[in-house]
C-alpha cells in the first residue's frame, strides 16, 4: 500500500524525499528487482573491453555504423518483447520479416505498385499472421511455440514461393525508402533539437505524474529528482548527438526505431492495453477475474509482434536495397530474441519494458560490431552472444527466485 503524506511536508521539494527514493532504489535491487541495471553494466564492460583491444571500437565512423544497424533488429526484438510480457514466444519473426520483404520488393519492382501501397500491403501480411496465431492459440489452445515454429517453417517457404525462380530482387537505389535507411541523417542542429525535445518531454510527464500523485496524497518525486534525471538525460542525448555528428551524425532509420520504442512504452504503461498486458503475463486467472478480455489481449500482441517484424524485414531489405532467399534468415530470428531476453525481458512473462529491445539489440550488434574488428569469425559471435544470453537468463531466474523468497517472507 502506497505510503501517505504529510501535509505539512513539501511533498515535491524536500531533499528527505530524494534520500527516500534513493533508498527505495537499493532495496529493490536487494530485493531481486534489478530493472535495467545487469544489461547496462554488461553493455558497459563490452564496451570497455572492445574499446581496449581495438581503439577503433568506440570511433564516432563505427557507433554511427552501430546505430544503424540495430534498426531493423531492433524493431523486430520490440515485438518480441511484447510476445514475452504476456508469457508466450514467436519463433517465426525471421520467416515473417523475409515474407514481408519479398512482399515488398514483388510489389513495388516486378509489380510496378505505388511504394506506399507496397509497404501497407508488407505490413498488413505480418498482421495477418499474427492475427492467425492469435486465432489458432486462443480458439484451439495450441501452444505458441508449435504455432510459430510451424509459421517459422511455412512462411519461409511462402517467402521463397513469392520470391519466384530468381530468388533475389534489388529495391532502386533511388527509391526514396532505400535513401531513407542508408543515408538520411539528421543535420546537427536537428539532432540537438530532437535531444532538447525528448529530455523537456520526460521531464513533463515526470512532473506531470508526481503532481496527480502528490494530488492522491500519495508517494511522488521531487522536483529536484525530476530536475536531475531531466538534466541527465539531456546531457548524454546532447553529448551522444555531438560525438555521433562527428561522423555522418543519427540516422533517421535509427530514429525511427527509436520512436517506435517509446510509443511502444507509452502504450504499456500510460494506458489500458498495457496495464492489462502485465497482469496476463503475470497471472492469466487472476487476469480473467478482473475482467480482462484475456483472447482479445492475446490476439492483439501477436499482431503488434508479427507485424514489427515485417516492418524490421521492410527496414532490412532497404537497408541492403534488395529482397532475397537469405532475407530474415540466418541469426535474425535468433538475436531478435536474444536481444529482447538480454535487455530484460523475462522469458517468465509479466517483466520487462518496450526499452528491453533497445538495450538488447545494442549488445547484440556490439558484439558482433567488436569481433569484426578483431577480425574473429560467427563462430565466435555466436559462442559470445550464447554466453550472454545464458547469463541475462540466470540473471532473470536468481532475481524472480529472491523476490518470491522476499514476497514469502
Known amino acids: 500500500m502506497a505510503a501517505a503524506l504529510d501535509p505539512s511536508e513539501d511533498r515535491l521539494l524536500s531533499p528527505r524525499r530524494l534520500r527516500g527514493a534513493v533508498t527505495l532504489l537499493l532495496t529493490r535491487v536487494r530485493g531481486g528487482d534489478l530493472g535495467s541495471l545487469p544489461v547496462i553494466v554488461g553493455l558497459v564492460l563490452i564496451w570497455t573491453v572492445f574499446q581496449a583491444l ?32 504476456v508469457g508466450e514466444i514467436d519463433l517465426s519473426v525471421g520467416s515473417v520479416s523475409g515474407l514481408a520483404s519479398a512482399i515488398l520488393a514483388v510489389g513495388f519492382v516486378q509489380l510496378e505498385w505505388n511504394l506506399i501501397l507496397a509497404l501497407v500491403a508488407a505490413i498488413a501480411a505480418g498482421a495477418l499472421v499474427g492475427l492467425l496465431y492469435g486465432f489458432l492459440f486462443t480458439r484451439f489452445g495450441l501452444p505458441s511455440f508449435v504455432i510459430t515454429l510451424a509459421g517459422l517453417l511455412g512462411f519461409l517457404g511462402l517467402q521463397l514461393w513469392v520470391l519466384g525462380p530468381n530468388g533475389s530482387i534489388n529495391l532502386p537505389f533511388d527509391s526514396w525508402l532505400v535513401y531513407f535507411a542508408q543515408q538520411m541523417f539528421l543535420p546537427a542542429w536537428a539532432s540537438y533539437v530532437v535531444a532538447v525535445l525528448a529530455a523537456g518531454g520526460y521531464a513533463w510527464i515526470l512532473t506531470r505524474r508526481a503532481r496527480q500523485r502528490a ?12 530536475g536531475l534525471r531531466s538534466v541527465a538525460l539531456l546531457a548524454f542525448l546532447t553529448v551522444a548527438s555531438w560525438y555521433l555528428n562527428l561522423s555522418r551524425g543519427v540516422g533517421v532509420m535509427f530514429l525511427f526505431f527509436l520512436t517506435l520504442v517509446v510509443i511502444a512504452n507509452f502504450a504499456l504503461t500510460r494506458t489500458r492495453w498495457g496495464r492489462a498486458v502485465y497482469a496476463v503475463g503475470g497471472s492469466v486467472e487472476a487476469s480473467r477475474r478482473a475482467g480482462i478480455r484475456v483472447d482479445r489481449i492475446y490476439v492483439s500482441v501477436f499482431i503488434f509482434c508479427s507485424s514489427l517484424a515485417a516492418i524490421g524485414g521492410i527496414l532490412a531489405a532497404a537497408r541492403l536495397a534488395a529482397a532475397n532467399q537469405s532475407s530474415g534468415a540466418g541469426d535474425v530470428n535468433l538475436n531478435a530474441i536474444a536481444a529482447a531476453v538480454i535487455g530484460g525481458a523475462s522469458l517468465f512473462g509479466g517483466r520487462g519494458t518496450a526499452f528491453a529491445a ?12 567488436g569481433l569484426t574488428l578483431l577480425n574473429l569469425d560467427s563462430s565466435v559471435k555466436f559462442m559470445v552472444t550464447g554466453v550472454v544470453l545464458v547469463l541475462a537468463v540466470t540473471v532473470d531466474s536468481l532475481s524472480r527466485r529472491k523476490r518470491a523468497a522476499v514476497g514469502r517472507a
Not at 69 to 74: F, P, R, V
Not at 215 to 222: D, I, K, P, W
Open 215 to 226: 494530488a492522491a496524497n500519495l508517494v511522488s518525486q521531487s522536483y529536484l529528482e525530476i
Open 54 to 85: 581495438n581503439p577503433v571500437f568506440l570511433s564516432s565512423t563505427n557507433l554511427v555504423n552501430l546505430t544503424m544497424q540495430c534498426a531493423a533488429i531492433g524493431t523486430i526484438a520490440l515485438g518480441i518483447v511484447l510476445v514475452l510480457l
Open 358 to 369: 533497445l538495450l538488447g539489440i545494442v549488445v547484440i550488434q556490439s558484439i558482433a560490431s
